[in-house]
């Protein structure tokens, strides 16, 4: 499970990536009303461990995208795709309330269509795998049935193929590594604070992340040994 909270000062080395994502967040869209084009899908791809969910954490709390959005949801997805459980979670968190387990999934489809329904939203889709184009396409017909224009969902994604299922802009976000540069990553993990100062540009770090290639997750797991 994810959740949606980050400091951002943990957050390295993505600024470029982080302004490529929030100007397409901010964007009002397509001014063609009743149509898929008031909601747009953002997929961010990458391996695992290269801070795909903590680049939409970043986003998430974002100044600027809070102040866009009138209702924020964040779920996490995995490998199976249960839109029953989707369903609940992003109409639970859309009423702040609990959601019965005795509703069908027609009447949780109906109320997630009338909870979202003449709002700007903005949804994350955390950890997707599914790349059913018919299972999507179900899924998201509910999510974007009336939405306001502007509505973004940003996925994040291991697979090109989901990305590819699900993007409505012209292209996914790709996520590389870090570069050597960033390597101050290395160092935050394995110096106590006062260390840190004295440490401003090791040489090892800068090994240490070449050879982690870039991954920050790697980095961080060896900077913490």
Sequence with gaps: MTHSFVRPSEVIGRDSEKK?????????????SGNNKN??????????????TTLAKLLYNDERVVRNFELRTWVYVSVEFDII???????????????????????LQGKLRDALKDKKFLLVLDDVWIDDRVKWSEFRDVLIDGAKLG?????????ISVASVMATVRTYINLKGLSYEH????????????????HPNPFEGKDIVRKCGGVPLAVRNLGSC
Excluded: M
């Design 183 to 198: 390597c101050s990553l290395f160092v935050k993990c394995a110096f106590v604070e006062d260390d840190e100062k004295k």
């Design 20 to 32: 490529e994502i929030d100007d397409l967040l901010l964007q009002q869209g397509d001014n063609q």
């Design 151 to 159: 509505s973004k969902i940003l996925v994040t994604t291991r697979n």
């Design 39 to 52: 909601v747009f899908v953002i997929p961010i791809v990458g391996i695992g461990g290269l801070g795909k």
């Design 85 to 107: 459980r989707l369903t609940k979670e992003i109409l639970c968190s859309a009423l702040d309330t609990e959601i019965s387990d005795k509703l069908s999934i027609d009447q």
